[in-house]
């Protein structure tokens, strides 16, 4: 560099240039902890409002599951299509929650963190299934039943009649056996919970 500086002359622009270029590695490690820092607190903030999002999605979960469990109380004959629109909101929301909980994990996946489980929203999903087969049979059989009792005698077929309340029938029975088998599951757990309680004592 001396010699270069010896032999030949340099503008003033060029020598800052050269020293600029020289000392670059000096100067650039402020900028570097500058950046950490920053990329630092925004992952901090952005950590905050996956856990944030993560505590809405329960308690999300939780109000769900309350109102899935007020469907066990429902029996107004005449409620029925209020009856299925409430499990329509809720079978809405599941989706709100699912497309919630992909995004929740891929956040995870992007922070390297584990991936959350959410066994509520299956239980959600697997008690809201027969509600909503029974309400929306119900109904349609009350939408069929008026319109044989007060629609025209004459337009009725006995045969065509006939295959929709066999049709009705065995939906029902099908929705019966789901109900029991949700029962017997939920009897089960029950005893499991009794199980494990007696064996801490």
Do not use: C, H
């Amino acid at each position: 560099m001396e010699y270069l500086l010896d032999e030949y002359l340099f503008s003033e622009d060029d020598i800052r240039l050269n020293t600029d270029t020289l000392l670059w590695p000096i100067n650039i490690g402020p900028v570097f902890d500058a950046n950490d820092e920053l990329t630092q607190q925004i992952r901090g903030k952005n950590e905050q409002i996956l856990m944030e999002r993560r505590e809405r999605l329960l308690a999300d979960l939780q109000k769900m599951q309350r109102r899935v469990d007020e469907f066990a109380d429902y029996g107004e004959l005449n409620m029925m299509a209020e009856y299925a629109q409430d499990v329509k909101q809720i079978q809405k929301k599941i989706v709100e929650v699912e497309n919630e909980i992909e995004w929740i994990n891929q956040e995870e996946n992007q922070f390297r963190m584990g991936k959350t489980e959410y066994p509520q929203l299956d239980a959600i999903k697997t008690a809201v299934d027969p509600y909503f087969r029974l309400f929306t049979t119900v109904r349609k059989w009350q939408v069929a039943e008026k319109k044989w009792m007060d629609g025209s005698f004459l337009e009725l077929n006995s045969e065509k009649v006939e295959g929709e309340v066999e049709e009705y029938l065995r939906e029902i029975f099908k929705i019966k056996k789901q109900f029991t088998n949700l029962v017997k599951k939920k009897k089960l757990e029950l005893a499991n919970k009794v199980m494990e309680r007696r064996k801490a004592r």
